[in-house]
């Protein structure tokens, strides 16, 4: 970056989590680069007053509406509004306060706020994967209509990105979405069905927050992906490929139409990705680790086990068929993710809630914006009522 390019105005949305404190991180190492002007969370006041008092935002919100107070409180002696609500968050999203929205939120809740920031012109590092599942079509569709660039943060979409810079004209023959496998890679139904909370957090080479972790043990995640990549990428079902390779060094690969296959390798960190979103279209130095061969020496790949991670097929026919079906998928998955992250259901029992809320809520072939949003909630009853929450 030149050094007398201003500093880029980050409005960092779900500041509190996985995500959000690794963007920090990579903010607090680049100050003359960025500056934090908006950060929002769901709940965790403590950590959102934290990041308040050291980063000094414009401004700091927070859905959970009765910990308002706490935050206006706490953060008294300084110049920085606050306000609380899911209405507040997707109003500051539309504020021209920031030049670019890290998305970071998770599941459904970021969808609103995404589409407000496009909407309001400001290019996003989406990393919330679920707001292309629910409603990818509108989105990437605003985006074209305002010119406003969506850069993934999600590590193999990336990684394709990467792959694709300088092969505007060249036409993408397939990509090969990498997966770990998850902690439960190998297993059979015999095994998952005893599987508790406990051990589904446990990823081998991630660590993120609890839902993106559970959906990584169940395969659903690689689902979502490939709606994602779907989108951003603009491709068909058929050029969506997902490859188990346990060591998660090549982040995903792209094979154009000669034949010729390029891949993003590193180690598994978030900041990678995170900051060449935040930098795109330069790279700048960092001190995170690098990877050496030498060490790692085996990179194996296997096919992923559809018949045992039902999910991912499940998610493979949403992504075939298109319309709300993806995004009534998401909406099951949400609510059965949460159920087992409760103790409420099993480990296999969530496949059951999604297979069933899949087949049950009505298919809309070209849904508007409305019909998501009723889409999404006609399938939180649905398979809230299954589960009996
Ligand atoms: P997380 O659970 O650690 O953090 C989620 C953030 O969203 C928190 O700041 C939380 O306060 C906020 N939030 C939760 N519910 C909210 C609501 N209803 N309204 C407003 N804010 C709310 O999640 P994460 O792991 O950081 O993941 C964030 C997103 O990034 C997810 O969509 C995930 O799939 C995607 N992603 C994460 C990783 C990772 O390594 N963590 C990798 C790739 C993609
Ligand atoms: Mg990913």
């Known amino acids: 970056m030149n050094p007398t390019t201003p500093a880029k105005r980050i409005a960092l949305f779900g500041s509190t989590g996985s995500i959000g404190t690794q963007a920090l991180d990579v903010i607090t190492s680049n ?27 414009n401004i700091v919100a927070i859905t ?4 308002y107070l706490r935050v206006k409180e706490a953060l008294s002696q300084t110049d920085i509004k606050v306000f609380a609500g899911e209405k507040a968050l997707e109003d500051v999203a539309s504020m021209d306060v920031y ?32 707001t292309l599942v629910v409603a990818g079509d509108l989105i990437m569709q605003k985006a074209v209509e305002k010119r406003v660039p969506v850069i993934p943060v999600d590590s193999e979409h ?33 095994f998952l069905v005893n599987v508790k909370r406990e051990h589904a957090l446990q990823h081998p080479n991630w660590n993120m927050g609890a839902k993106v972790t559970v959906d990584s043990a169940t395969l659903m995640n690689k689902g979502l992906e490939m709606i994602e990549a779907r989108w951003l990428f603009n491709l068909h079902a058929d050029q969506i490929e997902v490859l ?13 139409q000669d034949g010729s296959i390029k891949a993003q390798m590193g180690l598994p960190d978030m900041k990678l990705p995170i900051q060449y979103a935040l930098t795109f279209p330069q790279r700048i130095p960092n001190d995170f680790t690098r990877c050496d061969f030498k060490k790692i020496k085996t990179l194996t790949f296997e096919e992923p086990d559809i018949k045992t991670f039902r999910n991912l097929g499940l998610a493979m026919e949403a992504l075939s068929r298109g319309g709300n079906l993806p995004c009534i998928m998401n909406a099951a998955n949400e609510i059965a993710v949460y159920a087992f992250l409760k103790n409420r259901i099993g480990f296999l029992d969530m496949t059951d809630v999604i297979e069933r809320t899949m087949q049950t ?12 949003f009723e889409s999404d909630g006609e399938a939180r009853s649905f398979a809230a009522d299954l589960i009996k929450l």
């Open 99 to 130: 030049d670019m929205m890290l998305a970071a939120i998770v599941g459904y809740a970021g969808l609103r706020p995404t589409l407000n920031a496009i909407d309001n012109g400001k290019p996003v590092a989406l990393a919330n994967k679920e």
């Open 64 to 67: 959970d509406e009765r910990k």
């Open 158 to 190: 990336s990684a394709i990105f990467q792959c694709l810079v300088g092969e505007m004209r060249n036409p993408i023959e397939k990509v090969i979405l990498t997966a770990s496998g998850g902690p439960f890679l190998g297993r059979k139904p015999n």
């Open 361 to 372: 809520v009505h298919y809309i072939d070209k849904p508007t914006l409305a019909e998501y």
């Open 244 to 256: 188990i390779h346990p060591q998660s060094i090549i982040h995903s690969m792209v094979q154009f």
């Open 31 to 57: 100050p003359d680069k960025f500056t934090v002007e908006v950060l929002t969370c769901g709940s965790n006041d403590e950590l959102l007053i934290q990041q308040a008092l050291k980063f000094n935002p």
